[in-house]
Every structure is written in C-alpha cells, then in structure tokens.
C-alpha cells in the first residue's frame, strides 16, 4: 500500500516525547513489511528548526521524509508550503494516518483527504483525554490558555477532523475509553507503541554502576523519563523519604532531562528531604547506557498523574525490570493481566510500601520480571506492531473502496 503519515514534527528528540518515537518506529516497521510509506512534516524542532533539507524527499531506513519551512504562527505549526504538497499529493496515496490533533497540519491534512476522498486515521497520542484537555496539573494561567486553544480547536474544525475519520487510533484501551465523554461517532481501534526489543540485549561497555561507586552493595531504584510536573516527582521523592526511614540499602536514580527550572525545583526536593547521599542526577541517558541502566536497576517507578502510554515502561518491561506504575499510566491494565508489575496509589506512603515490598523479595522481583519479557515479546515488538496496523489499514481500505464503489 501507499501509505501517507502526516505530523508536526519528525525530530528525534527528547522534548518531542511519545508521539514522534511511535510515529519513527511505525514507519520504519511499515517499510520493513513491504509498504511505500512517506512522511510529511515541519522542520520544528522544540525552541529552533531542523538542518535539513526542504521540500524535498530525505530517505530515512527506506521512509520517505518531506521537510516543510515552520511559519507563523509557530505554536499552531503552520507551514503553507506543507498545506500545498498536501492538496498536489494527496490523492497519490491510498491512505493517510495523522499523528496529532490541536494543530494546524492535522486539520490541513484532514480536509485535503476529504476533498479528494481518501480516508484518514486520526493518532490523538492521548490529547482526547480530559486530563489532557484540561491540564489540570499546569499553573492555572497555563491550564487556562491550553483550554481556550484546545476548545477553539474542537469548536472550529476539531469535530470535523475528528467526525470524518475512517477510525480513531488509540494505543491503549484504557485511551480509548477516556475519549467516550466527546461522544465521537467514527470508529475507533487500539494498536500500541512498539519497542525494538533486540536492543534490550545489547549490552555496554561500561556499566552503569561502576561510573557511581555509591551503588556498590546498594538496590537501584530508577525514574527514566522527562522531568515534567506531570510525572508525579512531588510524589516520588517524599515517597523515598519515607523509605529511607525503614531502610538504608539503596540509591534512588533520577535520570532524564527537562526544562531548567523545573530541574532546578526537583533539585531542590531531593535535598529539602534530605535525600542527597540517596540519589544519583545522571541527566538524559539514551542508546546503550540507557539500556545498561534499564538492566542493572532493581526496580523502575513512574507515578505519573497522566501517561497516555509510556515507552519507558515497556523499554523496563523489555530489561526485565519490575515496575511500579500508576493507575493513571494507562498501559496498566496490560501491566496488571501479565503479572508485571504493581499499581500504586498516588500518595507517598502507599508508594514507599509498594517499593519496600519489591526490594523485600527478590523472587518476586525476578518473577515479575520474567513476566514482563514475556508481554513485551508477545506484544511489542514493532515487526507485531507493523503487521497489527497492516490489517487495520487493509480492513479501512477496503470498506473505502467499497462505500466509493457504492456512491458511483
């Protein structure tokens, strides 16, 4: 098939999150089953722009990339050159699947497939749930100008994008689920974010514990992920204060990276609680020092107040790390069924205990780990992923080719 992934950016970086490294590995899967995937998008990468070539294909491991110039406004990444190719190219392809909403080449993408009839899917990378819509966790004057934006949005030309879709993508039920309050009326259907699973028996050079001697003979309990308010940090930490008063056999690690300020406040907790002498900053890790880490940590946490998937957690489930999730991560469910993990409360206390208990039992920790190899090699993997998709594209291809047959 000709397939058509339209998103704001394709920049392999860290303030990008989620919806970027899926959209990377999709594609890339795609290619590999035989399909002729193209990708069109801005040159936005986070505060700046991207070096690369413009409005012109860059071949990336066989996907076809097309650079678009950002333009004003820049918060909504407008590119008119972008919504040109658009209305010269879309008709070429057999379908379109857009990976956002909220931003302008979302809609421009959705009304060009509608003019030409050529059905589209629609990836809300979790920005359908109320959590998202309302961000609830920013400062208010922040939470209050996403909520006039997102309501515009949704208002002017969200329902519209959303309405005509040939089907919503979700990567978890539990997303899925979230985004029934709108009431939408197109179909929806659940296929996750993959992993690649071979990297997780890689091993580095150099391990993790020996760059940090505080870890020898200790237990590593380890945070990898953006240091954002919404990953429940102010939870975290008093939670390893609490632990730290029942044992003194471990080094929390908080490894990831995030904006200044909001470091600095992380920081300035740790020490607050007196955790310095418990906890190691190794900042943003990646490639094979982040998967050594993964290996060598004893027990991974993420109490976020909202995840809509969590790659993170499935690299840990990959390494054969226990994990300690929140019910608000929303891959917990798989998490739960496969016997991989444990779903805290977000308090403090219930953390510290669920933590204690993991490092308490080593068998339990080794078991569960098993577990999670298991569910992320059944589940996963971009090749299972790729081959999930395919059917669904096929299945909306198909009933397309029927209904235009019908309306001739």
Known sequence: MRILHVIPSFAPAWYHGGPVYAAFGLTRALVQQGH??????????????????LEQPVLMDGVEVWYFPLQRPRA???????????????????????HSVFLWPTSAAAFWCRKFKVPYLLRPAGALDPICLTKAYERWWVSLSSRVKKGAYLTMLGRMDLRHAAALHFTSQAEMEAAQFLQLKCSSFVVPTGIDTAQADVASATPFRERYPQLAGKHM???????????????????????AQRRDDFILVLAG???????????????????????IFPGFVQGEEKWQLLREADVFVLPSYHENFGVTVVESLAAGLPIVI??????????????????????????????????????????????????VSARFGWDTIAKE?????????????????HDS
């Open 389 to 405: 998709m395919q059917r669904v594209y096929a299945s909306i291809h198909e009933n397309h080719g029927r209904n235009v047959h």
């Open 326 to 375: 929140s019910q608000q991560v929303n891959i917990y469910r798989e998490v739960v069924e496969a016997g991989a993990g444990v779903i805290t409360e977000l308090t403090p206390e219930a953390l510290a205990s669920t933590v204690n208990q993991l490092l308490s039992r080593p068998s339990l920790r080794q078991e569960m780990g098993q577990k999670g190899r298991q569910l």
């Open 76 to 98: 909504w990444c407008f590119s008119r050159p972008l919504g040109l190719a658009l209305r010269q190219q879309v008709s070429d392809f057999d379908l379109v699947h857009i």
């Open 221 to 243: 309990v380890l945070f990898l992920s953006r240091f954002d308010p919404i990953k429940g940090l102010d939870i975290l930490i008093p939670a390893i204060a609490k632990l």
């Open 36 to 53: 002729k995937v193209t990708v069109m998008t801005t040159n936005i990468n986070g505060p700046g722009v991207l070096d690369v070539p």
């Open 257 to 279: 990276s995030g904006e200044n300020a909001y470091v600095t406040q992380v920081q300035d907790l740790v020490t607050a609680y007196g955790l310095r002498n418990h906890t």
